[in-house]
């Protein structure tokens, strides 16, 4: 009782200028006191008025009053600075702007070393007593300390949420899922933590593969520039050579043709080393990412977590290069080889060879297409469908992978992303931006399609195809046609019961495959993609189905 006491009493002996303890007190006339410093600098400001006051009842004084220590109160101080040295926690025991501060503290507040997911309160250790010692606290659910518990609270009815809405994909409370929620597909927030943070596994497995292959591509380009670098040298040497030979003659070809290796050495290089420098940036992005993600698989609080993992990010925009082998400098000395053969004819006809031969240079081909179905399976993704997308005449099953074109329509939620019109679904993410996947399909009336998010839903225009924002693989009555825009481009051969889609995102690449033995063509579309692409499944006849494989 004596320390708070000294607590309460502390700002009796603060300057009412400073505001802080006060330093060498003086007493005015009036009774006040304030640090001998203060009160001076305060009458400076009045000299020229020859009338001096005291800050805070505003009496005045002529002539300036002299100044007079005021020793008790002087003492006292002493004694109350001692007195909160061995009182005070050191400082670090206090919050500070990064930390969580006890709810239950009052004054300057202590850290907090729990938060109560059940009174959406922090501790400090002191208060968090209770919880570990009455009964009924013991029962509630401490995390670590947590500045976002209000986010915890419905608005609507003030209430602790705990429970999911599979179906508007939203946090809800109990009151919640008997009133606008009442019928929608709803579970408990632990439950669906538990089965998205089982995702969230294959996600860092995703980020750290494109890690991995990142600094696989750094590597592959440092050996890239070494060889540019080693190739161009040799072929300056060589042509140096030759051209000597060829004394005066030839004296200014030589240097036109080692300038242009000089030249496009240089182009090479920095492009290459431009590359590496944007995969080293997006590696270091990644492993932010990773870390992000690491935290988030441990996060103890449900609601946290799923409030969280929309913003997780999207790795789309991650596309693996691949690069191909360079042919480097060596034809070039070929041709300048001719040169020094042909002499005179060179000159005149064979010169524009040289700078056609170094502009064909390229270290940073867009990678070839693959050949075979183990090439492809390379770049195999897997592939879900969105419940949230699929037509009512279609039933999924196999974990949302496959989809039957059935008799009786399926009892689905009202959804602003559902097909309302045309039996057919997209898949749950977008596709990466170089990928493979294939369809198993069985029955007539199967479309096999990549289409943008925002695809209309309702009416003829909704079918894959049939539009600007999709195409489309179609059984249109056992003849197989591709169709884009309305546009149908029909089949010289029918596929098998497997259908292989690649996609190459950037490069505007649509191949679509029918798998066997081996792998044949059916179609390719070479465009310019605008916006993420999505897997589709179209089915016309019942009994019909399509599996993402």
């Known amino acids: 009782m004596a320390q708070q006491g000294i607590q309460l009493d502390q700002a009796k002996f603060c300057c009412s200028i400073c505001l802080d303890l006060l330093k060498d007190p003086v007493a005015i006339p009036c009774g006040h006191s304030y640090c001998r410093k203060c009160i001076k600098i305060f009458w400076v400001g009045e000299d020229t008025m020859k009338i001096h006051s005291c800050p805070q009842c505003r009496q005045t004084f ?42 239950f503290c009052t004054g300057r507040k202590l850290k907090a070393i729990k938060s109560c997911l059940q009174c959406l309160t922090s501790y ?33 009815h003030d209430e602790v949420m705990k ?49 991995q292959d990142r600094e696989k591509d750094v590597k592959v380009l440092q050996q890239e520039v070494k060889a540019i670098n080693h190739s161009a040298d040799e072929a300056v040497r060589d042509n140096e050579e030759i051209f000597n030979q060829l004394i005066r003659l030839i004296e200014k070809r030589s240097s036109e043709v080692k300038q242009h290796i000089r030249s496009q050495q240089k182009t090479e290089v920095s492009r290459a080393e431009e590359l590496q420098e944007k995969l080293e940036q997006e590696i270091t992005e990644l492993r932010r990412k990773d870390a992000v993600l690491q935290q988030l698989s ?34 070039v000395t070929a041709d300048v080889s001719e040169v020094r053969d042909q002499l005179q004819n060179i000159l005149s006809e064979g010169w524009t060879k040289i700078p056609l031969t170094l502009a064909d240079l390229d270290v940073l081909l867009s990678p070839a297409e693959p050949k075979t179905r183990a090439g492809f399976l390379k770049h195999s993704h897997e592939i879900k469908t969105d419940p949230n997308t699929v037509n009512k005449w279609l039933l999924l099953s196999e974990g949302n992978r496959k989809a039957t074109c059935v008799r009786k ?36 009336g199967v479309g096999v399609a990549v289409a943008y998010k ?11 195809g049939f539009n600007e924002k999709s195409w489309s693989l179609d059984d249109l009555k056992n003849s197989w046609t591709f169709i884009h825009n309305k546009i149908k481009t029909p089949l010289s051969v029918s596929p098998s019961s497997r259908i292989g889609v690649y996609l190459d995102h950037n490069a505007g690449l649509l191949s679509f495959y029918s798998v066997s033995d081996t792998m044949t ?18 089915l016309t006849n019942y009994g019909a189905t399509a599996e993402f494989k």
Request: proline share 6%; glycine share 4%.
């Open 163 to 211: 429970m999911f809405c599979r179906t508007d994909q939203q946090c809800i409370c109990y009151l919640c899922s008997v009133d606008e929620h009442k019928g929608h597909d709803t579970v408990s927030a632990a439950a669906e933590k538990k089965e998205r943070q089982g995702g969230l596994g294959e996600i860092q497995q995703q980020v750290q593969q494109n890690i």
């Open 521 to 538: 063509l059916l179609h390719r579309v070479q465009t310019t993609f605008t916006q993420p692409l999505y897997a589709g499944i179209g």
């Open 409 to 444: 329509k399926q009892p689905y939620s009202a959804h602003p992303d559902r097909f309302t019109d045309k039996s057919q679904v997209l898949s749950r993410e977008s596709l990466p931006g170089r990928c493979y996947w294939e369809v198993e399909r069985s029955g007539n």
């Open 62 to 103: 002529t002539p300036r009053p002299n100044l007079v220590r005021n020793t008790m109160i002087a003492d006292l101080v002493e004694e109350l600075k001692k007195t909160e040295v061995q009182a005070a926690p050191a400082d670090h025991c206090y919050a500070g702007p990064a930390d969580v501060g006890c709810d």
């Open 298 to 331: 441990h996060t103890e609080d449900h609601i946290q977590f799923l409030q969280s993992y929309p913003s997780l990010p999207d790795l789309s925009e991650y596309t693996h290069f691949y690069i191909c082998p360079l042919r480097y400098f060596e034809d």
């Open 124 to 156: 400090c250790e002191q208060h968090l007593q209770p919880h570990n010692e009455v009964a009924p606290l013991k029962k509630h659910k401490l995390v670590d300390p947590s500045k976002n518990l209000q986010e915890n609270i419905c608005s609507r």
């Open 454 to 464: 925002d695809i209309t839903r309702r009416g003829d225009i909704s079918k894959f």
